[in-house]
């Protein structure tokens, strides 16, 4: 069983920064990619920003020269550095998670989100 926790989320205002980070757990084989997404009130879960196994990255067009997602995989964690913040971007992130696991084999994870205030 993997389990995912989020943590680094609270209130800031405008311009402000955040650090997010996302602890993985359990009897992992290997992690392949890790992301960050978020959700507002009635509307999709939309990807903010996603890195694989060979470091490569992907951002949301809102974020792309703000946020900053990186990763170590000798701690299975995964982080979103969060720059310029806006009060758009005030919602609940979730962390994930695929790869390789024992005894369950490939995996796909959820944490349970943290939440990220900015204010005007």
């Known amino acids: 069983q993997v389990q995912l926790v989020e943590s680094g989320g609270g209130l800031v205002q405008a311009g402000g920064s955040l650090r997010l980070s996302c602890a993985a757990s359990?009897?992992?084989?290997?992690?392949?990619?890790m992301g960050w997404y978020r959700q507002a009130p009635g509307k999709q879960r939309e990807l903010v920003a996603a890195?694989?196994?060979?470091?490569?990255?992907n951002y949301a067009d809102s974020v792309k020269g703000r946020f900053t997602i990186s990763r170590d995989n000798a701690k299975n964690t995964v982080y979103l550095q969060m720059n310029s913040l806006k009060p758009e971007d005030t919602t609940v992130y979730y962390c994930?998670?695929?790869?390789?696991?024992?005894?369950?084999?490939?995996?796909?994870?959820w944490g349970q989100g943290t939440l990220v205030t900015v204010s005007s």
């Open positions: 359990g009897s992992i084989f290997s992690i392949n990619a």
């Open positions: 890195i694989n196994s060979g470091g490569s990255t």
């Open positions: 994930k998670g695929e790869g390789s696991s024992w005894p369950q084999g490939d995996f796909e994870a």
